[in-house]
């Protein structure tokens, strides 16, 4: 059975799942769905259209599905969709989606976010995430796998984040970052590439080089963005083991509306 606290308001049509606690003065709206095992703190509001994974951690006074901040809302049934095995910690705010978009917000599994964070609505959040306190995410913001979000980042709606980036503290993000980069600053450079990161998730020496050359394409040779691309797709020849990490840079540059940040 869950556990509730007595001072806790949990609406009787909620989906709580065996063994979910819920800490006092928290209140829980009637369309939320929350998995086995979650912790929820006290003080803390889950409303919407919301369905929560298991083994969560929620800690006190967060907003978790509350409607987006969008003027252009007008009460529609949209959603947020929270994986499992995240901490959430204090006086974060996450928005459910807009039907502008399609509808729903994500946030995948095994994240670390700290206080303060912002994840506004239609935002697609990956896993293995850290994003660092004060980190604000706009509408529609995408961010792939193994990213690091510094603390006190503003990240401009519509940017997509490329999996294994990893942004400074304070920077102010307006166009997209390459996977594997780092960006850092306001506005936002790229000062290389993620090459630490990249060596704690096991890449090989191969791997390694390849992204270095790529980094040295796009960033170092003063090419134009498609002769970049170009170049880069000979990578996987010399770095055959690399072929997902060069296909993974090409699809992204592919689409990377915004422009990416040079």
């Not at 660092?132 to 503003?154: K, Q, S």
Request: aromatic letters at 6%; charged letters at 15%; one cysteine or more.
């Amino acid at each position: 059975m869950a556990q509730i606290h007595p001072s806790a308001l949990v609406d009787p049509k909620a989906q709580l799942g065996h063994d979910v606690t819920v800490g006092p003065f928290t209140v829980i709206g009637p369309d939320v769905s929350i998995g086995e095992g979650t912790t929820v703190g006290p003080h803390c509001v889950i409303e919407g259209h919301t369905t929560i994974g298991r083994d969560n951690k929620i800690f006190q006074f967060s907003s978790i599905g509350a409607a987006p901040q969008d003027k252009k809302y007008a009460g529609e049934p949209t959603r947020l969709v929270i994986g499992d095995r995240n901490t959430i910690r204090e006086f974060c705010t996450f928005n459910t989606g807009t039907v502008q978009d399609g509808g729903v917000t994500t946030v995948g599994s095994d994240n670390w976010v700290m206080a303060y964070v912002h994840v506004a609505h239609d935002c697609q959040l990956g896993n293995h995430l850290i994003l660092a306190n004060g980190a604000t995410l706009a509408g529609h913001v995408h961010v792939d796998d193994w990213v690091i979000v510094g603390g006190l980042t503003g990240v401009h709606q519509f940017v997509r984040i490329g999996a294994h980036a990893m942004i400074g503290f304070q920077t102010r993000l307006s166009q997209d970052v390459p996977p594997f980069m780092l960006a850092q600053g306001n506005p936002a450079t790229s000062g290389g590439f993620n090459a630490e990161g990249l060596r704690r998730r096991g890449f090989s020496a191969e791997r390694l080089a390849a992204v270095k050359q790529i980094y040295k394409l796009l960033y170092r040779q003063g090419l134009t963005l498609d002769k970049a691309k170009a170049s880069i797709a000979d990578v996987a020849q010399s770095h055959p083991e690399a072929q997902g990490d060069v296909t993974s840079m090409l699809d992204f540059l592919g689409q990377a509306a915004r422009g990416i940040v040079r």
